[in-house]
């Protein structure tokens, strides 16, 4: 289990102090993946540097395990931190190392046994899908398989805790979703507790069970990803997860496309946002029978996260002049999330 409690950091330079945290708590369940959203400056690097005391807090506690490691010795701190893995954005592997020299590194710093070593190394090679390559340089390979080099180096002294920096920002879309699913079936097979932080909601989406939503320092929202997603109550988290929906207006409909009040031939065209249990016919049917109302679904896009559907519609009505508001005050009075795109 991680725990971060009351977690303040400051940088001094010069005699200006700046807070890049403040008064932060979190707490990771064993065996449970958490992600950690924000923009760019929101503390979310310091926050998981502090994690592992690679930045130590102005203010607070990290525990990790029942473990308080801001009350440890040196020496007790590099103990622990042989408990915890920790993954890079840029991989951070030597260049001048094979991938199995490099899986072997912290093994070796550890002082383990040569025959050990070598049979740890081949089986998180295994893990990781990276057999053949065990007598590859880093230079060959590509930056998927960088990274899965990193995770096999980072689980080497089998610990209990991950912790990813960015760990696929630097990744294509392809790439991106395939370490995903290694590190949700690293979570399962190994009951391995991941902290990650990321700037993409998509993500966190896929494989986190709880998220944390970071802004200047400060934590604005957390809950189980279904909760988030399903009903943000912060203005920015509401960004994070409509930036996740992609869905837009397409080209020959937008040609067409007004913002003026409905005229002869006009239809009004709807965003509707759906989470939760609603089930999209019965929406659509109760539309039609209380507005005498057709519906025509332009496009749309669903997500189902912990069996929860998250997504998003464009959907044409075509009925009564001036009943577009009522159907708006409709759907607004049943909780759903809707706003009037234009007329077509």
């Known amino acids: 289990m991680i725990e971060l409690r009351n977690i303040t950091k400051e940088f001094r330079h010069k005699g200006k102090i700046t807070t890049a945290l403040s008064n932060v708590s979190i707490t990771v369940p064993r065996g449970k993946i958490m992600g950690v959203i924000g923009e760019s400056g929101a503390g979310k690097s310091t926050l998981i540097r502090c994690a592992n005391l690679l930045e130590r807090p102005t ?17 007790e701190l590099t103990k622990a931190r042989r408990n915890i893995g920790m993954i890079f954005q840029h991989f951070n592997l030597l260049s001048s190392r094979t991938v199995f020299d490099n899986v072997a590194f912290p093994l070796e710093l550890n ?8 049979q740890r190394v081949l089986e998180l090679l295994k893990i990781v899908g990276l057999e053949n390559k ?3 340089y880093p230079s060959k390979l590509s930056g998927g398989q960088k990274q899965r080099v990193a995770i096999a180096r980072a689980l080497a002294n089998n610990p209990a805790v991950l912790l990813c920096d960015e760990a696929t920002s630097a990744l294509d879309p392809a790439t991106t979703d395939s370490i995903l699913s290694l590190l949700k079936e690293i979570n399962i097979k190994l009951n391995i ?19 944390v939503v970071l802004s200047e320092g400060r934590l604005i929202e957390k809950g ?3 909760k988030v997603f399903s009903c943000p109550e912060n203005e920015l988290t509401h960004y994070f997860v409509s930036s996740s929906i992609h ?25 509707v946002k759906i989470s939760g249990q609603f089930e999209l016919h019965t929406i659509l049917s109760d539309i039609r029978e209380t507005y005498k109302t057709e519906s025509n679904i332009v496009c749309m896009q669903m997500d189902y996260i912990n069996g929860l559907k998250i997504g998003a519609m464009l959907v044409e009505l075509r009925g009564k002049a001036g009943d577009e508001q009522l159907v708006v005050e409709f759907l607004k009075n049943k909780d759903i999330e809707v706003e009037i795109a234009g007329y077509v």
């Open 59 to 75: 203010k607070g506690e990290v525990i990790i395990n029942g473990k308080c490691l801001t009350q440890m010795s040196p020496s």
């Open 111 to 118: 002082k383990t046994l040569k025959k050990n070593i070598t």
């Open 193 to 211: 507790t991941i902290l990650l932080i990321t700037h993409e909601p998509d993500v966190v989406k896929k494989i986190c069970n709880e998220v």
């Open 134 to 136: 065990a007598y590859d």
């Open 224 to 226: 189980s990803v279904a």
């Open 247 to 271: 869905i837009q207006v397409p080209s020959e409909y937008k040609e067409r496309l007004t913002n003026a009040p409905p005229c002869a031939g006009k239809h009004v065209l709807l965003m």
